[in-house]
């Protein structure tokens, strides 16, 4: 940090640029998404070798994320749609609704499928 | 206006619609959140945005020392279910975003214009004193080739010096005065990254006030500027890359 009248004026040109770039919303981190993140994190590390869906389920974290409640349907979509993952559960306690045909179950890509479009018919996730 | 060349991948990660007001006595934080309340069906998230002041002082005798102070929710914010929509409602204006996918100017016209009508009721505003249209882009830089193949638009770097650059901020003002206008065109470059921003605001002030019923062809005029900004910003080879 310089100790001239031109360097002072900088950091202050500096500041005020500060709260224009802040305006856009996609510079703008959403505390939830960013809960979000830190607790599918954290849920996929913690049951990364467990193979019971129930035990994957039941993780802290996971019932964390349906705590969140419809609010994460998005975020859970979005995911689902990039890692996959046994994200069924989380949809159908927060939802209340079950997209899956009975002849699709235990078809990871076929429940995958119902449920992004779901997600779509409700506008949740892009097509 | 102008005619421009329709792409079916332009870079924009987000187009959005800024007015800003001189608030009136009246308006409350209150009156804002009660106007939000109405949009909750299709709104599904509200957050409080609140305002920070942080003052730095620089003072030889005792060094730098900051103070921050908290002044208080100065707004909301709401995003769609899709969040793809984000809306500021601010005691000093309102704000639009469309995230990407970015759809046409004419729906985030439209959008804004439903949603003026809500804010304008609950703010009541004593006047317009700022429009604005600014659109971010995300441009992927072509691994192996100079800045000056994607950009016409650029900065130069002394020819005895090193030509590899590691990051840049460029930040140019330019009035338009036959249209009232100003913009400022920004273009960054973080280091690793092979992604370049590009950040075009158009905007018109005018502190004696902007009338009701010349938002709308102000802001068309102002999108009118930032196209032909977008489109002189870019070398024919990039376009080709976004259609």
């Given at each position: 940090m310089g100790a001239s009248t031109?360097?002072?004026?900088?950091?202050?040109?500096?500041?005020?640029?500060?709260?224009?770039?802040?305006?856009?919303?996609?510079?703008?981190?959403?505390?939830?998404?960013?809960?979000?993140?830190?607790?599918?994190?954290?849920?996929?590390?913690?049951?990364?070798?467990?193979?019971?869906?129930?035990?994957?389920?039941?993780?802290?974290?996971?019932q964390a994320i349906i705590g969140m409640g419809a609010e994460a349907l998005p975020m859970i979509l979005e995911d689902l749609r990039q890692n996959s993952g046994h994200w069924f559960w989380a949809l159908k306690a927060i939802s209340n609704e079950d997209p899956v045909v009975p002849r699709d179950r235990g078809s990871i890509k076929k429940m995958k499928g119902a449920w992004l479009q779901w997600g779509q018919t409700k506008g949740l996730v892009r097509a | 206006?102008?005619?421009?060349?329709?792409?079916?991948?332009?870079?924009?990660?987000?187009?959005?619609?800024?007015?800003?007001?001189?608030?009136?006595?009246?308006?409350?934080?209150?009156?804002?959140?009660?106007?939000?309340?109405?949009?909750?069906?299709?709104?599904?998230?509200?957050?409080?945005?609140?305002?920070?002041?942080?003052?730095?002082?620089?003072?030889?005798?005792?060094?730098?020392?900051?103070?921050?102070?908290?002044?208080?929710?100065?707004?909301?914010i709401l995003r769609s279910a899709d969040e793809?929509?984000?809306?500021?409602?601010?005691?000093?204006?309102?704000?639009?975003?469309?995230?990407?996918?970015?759809?046409?100017?004419?729906?985030?016209k439209a959008k804004a214009s439903m949603l003026w009508a809500k804010y304008s009721n609950a703010a009541n505003p004593t006047k317009i004193v700022r429009v604005a249209s600014r659109f971010i882009n995300r441009v992927q830089l072509p691994i192996g080739e100079s800045f000056e193949q994607t950009f016409l638009t650029n900065f130069v770097i002394g020819p005895s010096l090193p030509q590899s650059v590691a990051g840049y901020l460029l930040r140019v003002v330019?009035?338009?005065?036959?249209?009232?206008?100003?913009?400022?065109?920004?273009?960054?470059?973080?280091?690793?990254?092979?992604?370049?921003?590009?950040?075009?605001?158009?905007?018109?002030?005018?502190?004696?006030g902007i009338a009701q019923n010349e938002i709308w062809a102000k802001l068309d005029v102002l999108r009118d500027v930032k196209n032909r900004l977008f489109f002189g910003s870019f070398t024919a080879a990039a376009l080709e890359r976004f259609k």
């Amino acid at each position: 940090m310089g100790a001239s009248t031109q360097s002072v004026q900088l950091q202050r040109q500096l500041n005020e640029l500060t709260g224009y770039y802040a305006l856009p919303a996609s510079s703008r981190r959403d505390p939830r998404r960013d809960r979000f993140r830190s607790l599918a994190q954290q849920w996929r590390n913690e049951t990364q070798w467990l193979s019971s869906t129930t035990e994957v389920a039941m993780n802290p974290a996971y019932q964390a994320i349906i705590g969140m409640g419809a609010e994460a349907l998005p975020m859970i979509l979005e995911d689902l749609r990039q890692n996959s993952g046994h994200w069924f559960w989380a949809l159908k306690a927060i939802s209340n609704e079950d997209p899956v045909v009975p002849r699709d179950r235990g078809s990871i890509k076929k429940m995958k499928g119902a449920w992004l479009q779901w997600g779509q018919t409700k506008g949740l996730v892009r097509a | 206006m102008n005619t421009w060349p329709s792409l079916s991948k332009a870079p924009i990660v987000e187009g959005l619609i800024d007015i800003r007001v001189e608030q009136s006595a009246g308006a409350t934080i209150a009156a804002l959140k009660a106007a939000c309340d109405e949009l909750a069906a299709e709104f599904t998230s509200r957050q409080e945005r609140r305002l920070f002041l942080t003052q730095l002082n620089f003072s030889l005798e005792t060094g730098p020392s900051s103070q921050t102070k908290d002044d208080g929710p100065d707004g909301v914010i709401l995003r769609s279910a899709d969040e793809k929509w984000v809306v500021q409602f601010r005691l000093d204006g309102f704000t639009v975003s469309r995230l990407q996918p970015y759809g046409t100017w004419d729906e985030l016209k439209a959008k804004a214009s439903m949603l003026w009508a809500k804010y304008s009721n609950a703010a009541n505003p004593t006047k317009i004193v700022r429009v604005a249209s600014r659109f971010i882009n995300r441009v992927q830089l072509p691994i192996g080739e100079s800045f000056e193949q994607t950009f016409l638009t650029n900065f130069v770097i002394g020819p005895s010096l090193p030509q590899s650059v590691a990051g840049y901020l460029l930040r140019v003002v330019i009035p338009f005065d036959e249209h009232d206008a100003m913009a400022i065109l920004t273009q960054s470059l973080d280091g690793n990254s092979t992604e370049c921003i590009l950040d075009i605001d158009t905007f018109s002030e005018q502190p004696q006030g902007i009338a009701q019923n010349e938002i709308w062809a102000k802001l068309d005029v102002l999108r009118d500027v930032k196209n032909r900004l977008f489109f002189g910003s870019f070398t024919a080879a990039a376009l080709e890359r976004f259609k």
